[in-house]
């Protein structure tokens, strides 16, 4: 069946550094592709998102590129703060009703 | 402003103890969804509806029953709780089913059976 894999982390990071967080999917058809963020204490924010093959979604300095031939969606961005701290999910929707959740990816960005 | 409110935020109970989690939308949307969410397994949908009077069941439904009695409210029903239903819970809504409709997640709930 469909699913999201991501690698769960938890991943620690000094203040400016750059961030990968990789995830890769596993669907049938053109799904549409998502982070969310969810700061401490909240519930989940939408960052981004991609809905066909090679977009780029781009958000408060991060990026994805919807990687068709890989099957990837790895959020990056070049210079992290320690506001960025936080849990982050990649997401699949498939069908019309449906989203699919990676396992989220902890990170902690010291000063 | 716009928003999905939960409540309780936290709650404690015990086994077999009947309880409700409320969650309102004020954004008039058509499509909601609750979620538990726990660790290494991300979020796994519980129920959904597409709108009044209309649910059905996600990945993990049993334990749960849901209602959507009017477009703005979804409760979470535990008839009889269970330790195994400890965990995260977060409502949900999406103003519909296209791929332009953002979903926007309450705060999250906190339960914990004993």
């Known amino acids: 069946g469909d699913s999201v894999t991501q690698m769960e982390g938890p991943v620690t990071l000094s203040e400016e550094a750059f961030l990968t967080i990789n995830c890769t999917y596993t669907?049938?058809?053109?799904?549409?592709l998502f982070w969310y963020v969810q700061y401490p204490g909240e519930g989940l924010q939408l960052l981004l998102k991609?809905?066909?093959?090679?977009d780029k979604g781009s958000n408060k300095g991060f990026e994805a590129t919807y990687r068709k031939e890989t099957t990837s969606f790895h959020l990056e961005k070049g210079s992290v703060q320690v506001s960025d701290s936080a849990v982050y999910f990649c997401a699949t929707k498939t069908s019309y009703d449906k989203v699919i959740f990676g396992p989220g990816t902890s990170l902690s960005v010291i000063p | 402003e716009a928003q999905v409110t939960q409540n309780p935020r936290y709650l404690i109970t015990v086994t077999g103890k009947k309880l409700t989690v409320t969650c309102s939308q004020n954004?008039?949307?058509?499509?909601m969804s609750w979620y538990r969410q726990d660790p290494g397994l991300g979020l796994r949908q519980i129920y959904y509806s597409m709108n009044v009077e209309v649910t059905d069941k996600g990945d993990v439904p049993e334990g749960y029953k849901v209602s959507r009695k009017e477009k703005r409210n979804f409760p979470l029903i535990l008839e009889s709780p269970s330790p195994n239903q400890t965990s995260l819970y977060f409502c949900a809504s999406r103003a519909g089913l296209s791929e332009t409709d953002e979903q926007y997640f309450g705060p999250g709930t906190r339960l914990t059976v004993t």
């Open positions: 954004m008039n949307h058509e499509y």
């Open positions: 991609a809905t066909k093959a090679d």
């Open positions: 669907a049938t058809g053109y799904p549409s």
